[in-house]
């Protein structure tokens, strides 16, 4: 944790809206350098939506983003990727009538050192290098969510966002992710949407809990483990 | 063994003309979700364009790539000031690609007048060829020719280049295609001018054969639209079997039974949604 000096990304007060919907109604949020932050909270909170809004997916209606001390709220989503920012959704979206080489191939940016980049994703994923050639559409949804994380660490990124890995994962592949995460985290800063809380308090440094489109709290690991009323005022856990 | 030569040879034409007029439509309405109306115009310009610059350079070469950057451009423009302005919204987008049918098609009939203008081919095409005893224009097996290079470099471009494959993966999943970092609103423009360009390259190879006069387009969009939905929303390689098929059909019953020609087309259309809903080589649905 020595490495953790200053914040890579700052939420004040954001508000999202989705169509005519307010979702977010004021998200504070704070990512150190090297450090994994969790958003946890109960479904339709606004952890997804928070994600959006940083990508630029889904543009803010008010609030700053700050990306490395850049405001980057508005901008459009390419360009945010674009500047360092590593974008691992939900439900995959890997491109099913690509290859898995064709998928990673494409999320290449430009001035990346594509190989070397390559050589890491098959270190921590060899599933990758076993299919690589083959239609992503045929891999597994464990591997599906693998190719999804290493179209994100195809690149050098200042950060990656990961929307809730574990969802829809056996528990014997969600505990492999947990390693590979955990590996992933050493050289990254993530910032981590989770409800599995295995997977979170294994992975987390700091945690935010968002509730009704808001951040409620927020506290370190040890805070949340030592405090079992935050898990039940919250988490219902 | 006449009649059926005839029938592979002309059906094949026939075909490949359908593929030319509805590769880009698929294209366009694969990746951007947009029905382009319009695209029947953007042949029928075609065939003017090609019709004009061979005739002024002299160069029927010249004029069908001239024909095709020309309504590339065009494509372009639009997509840019007309298009991209009404993303999001299907509805406001037929209207206007409705709507852009008939201020191209007046335009043309402003400039061109309302009669048609009859291209011969050029004269290394103009003679006839023998295969198998039987004698075939040679102007059809061209057209044959022009619609097996362009499906072969079009196959290439989508499965070897990283625009190809950015295209197929924005066909699949477009939100996605900006989560890494790609900026989607430059790949729109550049398709849709590609499938603009390959209807005018379409109009510019079919003057020879239909001529060039004002209410092609409408005729044209029709046959267009038969593709996407027999081949199947997305597929390149849809529309082009598709085409063929088309093509034989048209031939065989404008042959056999003339008056059943454009029944034919709606006929098979049926059938497939009927069997397929999602055509021949349609995935499942994607985003768009």
Same mark, same amino acid.
């Given at each position: 944790?020595?490495n ?22 004021g998200?504070n ?5 090297g450090s ?10 606004g ?62 940016? !430009? ?6 980049r ?10 990758? !290098? !076993? ?14 969510q693998?190719?999804?994380? %290493?179209r994100?660490?195809?690149?050098d990124? !200042? ?42 308090t %294994? ?35 | 063994? *006449? ?11 026939? &075909?490949?003309l359908?593929?030319l ?7 366009i309405?694969?990746? /951007? ?9 953007m ?12 005739? *002024? ?9 001239g ?23 299907q ?14 098609? #007046? ?15 050029? #004269?290394?095409? *103009? ?14 097996l ?11 470099? /079009? ?9 190809g ?24 423009s ?6 603009c360009?390959?209807?005018?390259? &379409? ?50 019953? *404008? ?34």
């Amino acid at each position: 944790m020595d490495n953790i000096t200053e914040n890579i990304l700052e939420l004040h007060d954001v508000e999202t809206f989705i169509g005519q919907y307010h979702i977010l109604f004021g998200v504070n949020i704070t990512v150190r350098k090297g450090s994994a932050t969790v958003l946890l909270g109960r479904n339709g909170g606004g952890k997804t939506t928070t994600l959006e809004t940083i990508s630029g997916l889904r543009p803010p209606f008010a609030g700053t983003i700050l990306l490395d001390g850049k405001d980057i709220a508005g901008l459009p989503a390419y360009e945010i990727i674009q500047s360092g920012v590593g974008y691992v959704p939900e439900d995959r979206d890997i491109f099913s009538d690509l290859t898995i080489e064709e998928n990673l191939l494409i999320s290449s940016r !430009k001035g990346n050192d594509y190989d070397k980049r390559l050589e890491l994703v098959f270190e921590l994923f060899p599933d990758m !290098k !076993k299919y690589f050639k083959k239609k992503s559409r045929i891999l597994s949804g464990g591997q599906a969510q693998m190719l999804s994380i %290493s179209r994100a660490l195809i690149n050098d990124n !200042k950060l990656i966002l990961i929307d809730e890995p574990s969802k829809g994962l056996a528990p014997i592949l969600i505990r492999e992710l947990i390693d590979r995460i955990n590996i992933i985290k050493k050289d990254n800063t993530v910032l981590l949407v989770e409800q599995n809380w295995e997977m979170a308090t %294994s992975v987390g440094d700091y945690f935010y809990i968002v509730q009704d489109g808001m951040t409620v709290f927020e506290c370190t690991k040890e805070e949340l483990l030592a405090d079992d009323t935050i898990k039940q005022k919250y988490l219902g856990v | 063994m *006449s009649i059926l030569i005839q029938i592979i040879i002309y059906g094949l034409s026939l &075909g490949m003309l359908y593929f030319l007029l509805s590769s880009g439509f698929s294209l366009i309405f694969g990746l /951007m979700g947009v029905l382009n109306f319009a695209h029947g115009s953007m042949f029928m310009w075609g065939c003017y364009l090609g019709y004009i610059l061979s005739l *002024s350079t002299g160069s029927f070469l010249f004029g069908i790539i001239g024909a095709a950057v020309c309504i590339g451009v065009m494509g372009l423009v639009m997509e840019k000031w007309l298009i991209q302005p009404l993303r999001g919204n299907q509805l406001r987008q037929i209207l206007l690609t409705f709507g852009l049918i008939y201020v191209l098609e #007046e335009l043309a009939k402003v400039i061109f007048g309302t009669r048609a203008y009859m291209q011969f081919p050029p #004269e290394w095409l *103009s003679g006839s060829a023998h295969i198998f005893s039987e004698t075939v224009p040679q102007y059809r097996l061209f057209m044959i020719f022009a619609g097996v290079i362009v499906f072969l470099l /079009m196959t290439l471009l989508l499965k070897k280049t990283k625009l190809g494959m950015i295209i197929r993966a924005g066909t699949d999943k477009p939100r996605m295609v900006q989560a890494i970092g790609i900026n989607v609103a430059r790949i729109f423009s550049i398709t849709f001018a590609l499938g603009c360009a390959l209807a005018g390259l &379409g109009g510019a190879i079919a003057t020879p054969f239909l001529g060039a006069y004002p209410t092609i387009d409408m005729e044209q969009v029709f046959n267009a639209i038969a593709v996407v939905i027999i081949g199947g929303v997305g597929s390149f390689t849809g529309a082009f079997y598709a085409s063929v098929i088309l093509g034989f059909i048209s031939y065989i019953t *404008s042959y056999f039974v003339p008056e059943l020609s454009m029944a034919s087309t709606l006929l098979a259309m049926l059938v497939v949604v009927m069997i397929r809903p999602n055509g021949l080589f349609g995935g499942k649905t994607s985003e768009n």
